[in-house]
């Protein structure tokens, strides 16, 4: 991309910077997802055709000003009637309508095979350009399998839910052709304690009423919610509209909450004051419900982390191909380039370990959703422990440059905890494996049996896996489950990337991760082939 900025300046001339990058394809750009997606059974050119327009760089300015012009709260019109609004600025619903358009809430649900991988691969690259929006297109996917829990409001809801158009329109949901659907389940005394919850469901007819306080209800301008009270019979998942006919639902938004990223996203603090609801699922059985959400939100949770890494990752490839010091390129430095590839190897792991169970989320067999399971937890749970790392060292590449907000890098970062925090923090997803694990056998075996896929063709993977099962025949103590976690999703990304990847990838992810032939510092680690590494980045426009 040419540019019209000047150069020459009255007291210096502008050197060594790197150019704009202008349109940059983030999937036509990405060998390691097309590789991946292509492996795992994903649909091709969906995702060519998402990708040509996130790449575009006005979408890309657009995923900026959305998150430098975050939304405002509107709770009274002029003449003081109550409105409980939330107003976004136009690049917002930009981005909505071409995720919307894509099929990021429906390709999973259309019936084509590799469906839930095309999803996945669509909001790894939405990550990379504006995440925010990510939440209430994730929750709209992941709420369609639970509305199956009551047939009625599915054949209302589900039809708009998967409508590839995006209508933000404040109004009852039989007036509209598509909708988003959001969630609504943490209180302030109980947190991920779902079952300390304190809101009241009476019965009213054949609905109900809610009466209490949700202390996270992301998305607040989604059509309708799915959300937990507590009925005669127990916690209860039921779907809370957000417009009744003719008149707004007793849903009051108290204020937004002040975060330190996903700024471009609304998350607000609500009551409710009676606000109708209906009910989804059996009475008592809430928890049970709104996991088939959650499980599926988990899937999105462990994807966004490898998205942000991809675009920090992109961001310092450029720069260090564009720019030198010491009369070489950065790229051409042997630190650098160690630093950059044991990087990639953080990304490329996560990337193809979501895209495997993405993968399981798709196949119907028994044993595959037992491995979607405990893989998704697994990915979660590791993906997000890196993705901080990562985007740090990115910015440490690009040096000052980093730190300013002229690039994505300052964004990215503020973004990179939040997934490791969305459902479910690193404790209680390591908590929700031992479970799994001690409830499920068939999880366990389907665990086991990835895990040894791998072997046979490294030995060091053969001996650490070895050593892993010896050390926990069972489950470990609940004081060794980050640990236990940790090595068993490291030992699942080795055995995929044993089987997916480069060799160059592999050895190394081997040697580093598994091995123990580096250190605890990003970038120390032995040489390797770091050119076969770093050809994963593919060539900086």
Known sequence: ??????????????????????????????IALQEHVATSGGQTKPLEDYGATLGRAEMREAGRDANRYPPELKLFDRGGRRLDEVRFHPSYHRV????????????AWEGQPGGHVTHAAMMYLASQVEPGHCCPMTMTYAAIPALAANEELSAIWRPRLMA??????TRPITEKQSATLGMAMTEKQGGSDVRANTTIATRDGD?????????????????????????PGGLTCFLLPRWLDGERNAIHLMRLKDKLGNRSNASSEVEYHDALAYQLGDEGAGVRTIIEMVHHTRLDTALAPAGLMRAALAEAHHWVSHRSAFQRRLIDQPLMRSVLADLVLDWEGALALGLRVAQAFDNGNEEERAFARIGVALAKFLANKRCPVVVVEAMEILGGMGYVDDTPLPMLYREAPLNGIWEGSGNVICLDILRSLARDPMAAEALRAELRAGLGIDRRYDAALKEYEDRWPSLPPEAEARWFAERGALLLT??????????????????TRIAGESGRISGSISAGDVSGILARLGTAP
């Open 164 to 169: 590839r158009s995006y209508d933000p329109s």
């Open 1 to 30: 991309m040419q540019s019209s900025a000047r150069t020459t300046l009255p007291t210096h001339e502008v050197l060594n910077q790197p150019p704009e990058r202008g349109d940059c394809d983030p999937w036509a750009t990405d």
């Open 96 to 107: 909505m309508e071409a995720s919307q358009s894509a099929g990021y809430a429906a390709i």
């Open 207 to 231: 609905h109900w009423r809610l009466k209490g306080h949700k202390w996270f209800c992301s998305a607040p301008m989604c059509d309708g919610f799915l959300t937990l009270a507590q009925a």
């Open 494 to 511: 080795a055995s995929l990337l044993l089987r997916r990847s480069p060799a160059a990838v592999s050895d190394a992810f081997i040697a």
